[in-house]
Nanobody
Framework: QVQLVESGGGLVQAGGSLRLSCAASISTFSNYAMGWFRQAPGKEREFVAA????????HYANSVKGRFTISRDNLQNTVYLQMNSLKSEDTAAYYC????????????????WGQGTQVTVSS
């Protein structure tokens, strides 16, 4: 069915930047809202960002607003998360998510998830 594969995670110093990518195997990719979540050990999964089907509307968690930018390339079936001014608090496994409804992404009830990519921010 729907498959989401994240990449781009790694180790970065505080204040640095990373760009995560999510390649989606979805025949109707342009019809799906996409998003990113993250989960640190011992912490609950938290919403990070979401973008609607044409990329004209996005939502961000307050903790990343102004630092992270979500975007999508429907020609490449890929969603990105540009992370700037990284902090140690951003250290987590980051997961790509997809759903036909944007509000289900924001609410964490989306139907499809990737396997995650680890982001570690050193101080």
């Amino acid at each position: 069915q729907v498959q989401l594969v994240e990449s781009g995670g790694g180790l970065v110093q505080a204040g640095g930047s990373l760009r995560l990518s999510c390649a989606a195997s979805i025949s109707t990719f342009s019809n799906y809202a996409m998003g990113w979540f993250r989960q640190a050990p011992g912490k609950e999964r938290e919403f990070v960002a979401a973008i609607n089907w044409i990329g004209g509307r996005s939502h961000y968690a307050n903790s990343v607003k102004g630092r992270f930018t979500i975007s999508r390339d429907n020609l490449q079936n890929t969603v990105y998360l540009q992370m700037n001014s990284l902090k140690s608090e951003d250290t987590a496994a980051y997961y790509c998510a997809a759903d036909l409804q944007l509000n289900r992404i924001v609410g964490g009830t989306c139907g499809y998830w990737g396997q995650g990519t680890q982001v570690t921010v050193s101080s």
